[in-house]
T-cell receptor, first 116, second 109 residues
Framework: GAVVSQHPSWVICKSGTSVKIECRSL??????MFWYRQFPKQSLMLMATSNEGSKATYEQGVEKDKFLINHASLTLSTLTVTSAHPEDSSFYIC????????????FGQGTRLTVV | GESVGLHLPTLSVQEGDNSIINCAYS??????FIWYKQESGKGPQFIIDIRSNMDKRQGQRVTVLLNKTVKHLSLQIAATQPGDSAVYFC????????FGAGTRLAVHP
């Protein structure tokens, strides 16, 4: 099946610094990628929808200036958490839709972000 | 707002029994419904999906049922195995992929 690679799998950073998370579709072209945030024992909360070559669409309550999303190519989307604070600590997951895959979304392995 | 929710937060079953995980949704405009399995520390894994114009779809050991009248979705797992222990999410798509609250399935030997 299609593979989505998310990197890094975990990161620890200091408060005030920025962290970039990459999401790559390895064997297919993804016109749309979704970014999610997941707190322990909770569901995945959609943060934004990223379309190749256009600005991301953010969900209500998600600060676009804090969570910068770039989808520069059909195989790469990045999420940058700017000026991270401890409350940003969470599990971040990306998902990519394959052009030929209908509605099946392929997920990355997730990134565990800890801000200290 | 629109949401997808679950009736049961946890489900414990004996190995070999059948499992049924339920989900309620509210967006009647959703065109696809999907079940995912998530193991600890990993991303969701696709299990099975169903179009809104269908009411049943079967896979290997899994069956998804859709009742649009009451906006209800269920996942049936036959002969549940210890490897099925995980959190299961339903999700709906209509330009976005929205997840429900999740049900933890615990399989006991």
């Amino acid at each position: 099946g299609a593979v989505v690679s998310q990197h890094p799998s975990w990161v620890i950073c200091k408060s005030g610094t920025s962290v970039k998370i990459e999401c790559r579709s390895l064997d297919f072209q993804a016109t749309t990628m979704f970014w999610y945030r997941q707190f322990p024992k909770q569901s995945l909360m959609l943060m934004a929808t990223s379309n190749e070559g256009s600005k991301a669409t953010y969900e209500q309550g998600v600060e676009k200036d804090k969570f910068l999303i770039n989808h520069a190519s059909l195989t790469l989307s990045t999420l940058t958490v700017t000026s991270a604070h401890p409350e940003d600590s969470s599990f971040y997951i990306c998902s990519a839709f394959s052009r030929a895959g209908g509605t099946e979304a392929f997920f990355g392995q997730g990134t565990r972000l800890t801000v200290v | 707002g629109e949401s997808v929710g679950l009736h049961l937060p946890t489900l414990s079953v004996q190995e070999g029994d059948n499992s049924i995980i339920n989900c309620a949704y509210s967006n009647s405009a959703s065109d696809y419904f999907i079940w995912y399995k998530q193991e600890s520390g990993k991303g969701p894994q696709f299990i099975i999906d169903i179009r809104s114009n269908m009411d049943k779809r079967q896979g290997q050991r899994v069956t998804v049922l859709l009742n649009k009248t009451v906006k209800h979705l269920s996942l049936q797992i036959a002969a549940t195995q210890p490897g099925d222990s995980a959190v299961y999410f339903c999700a709906e798509t209509n330009n976005k992929l929205i997840f429900g609250a999740g049900t933890r399935l615990a399989v006991h030997p």
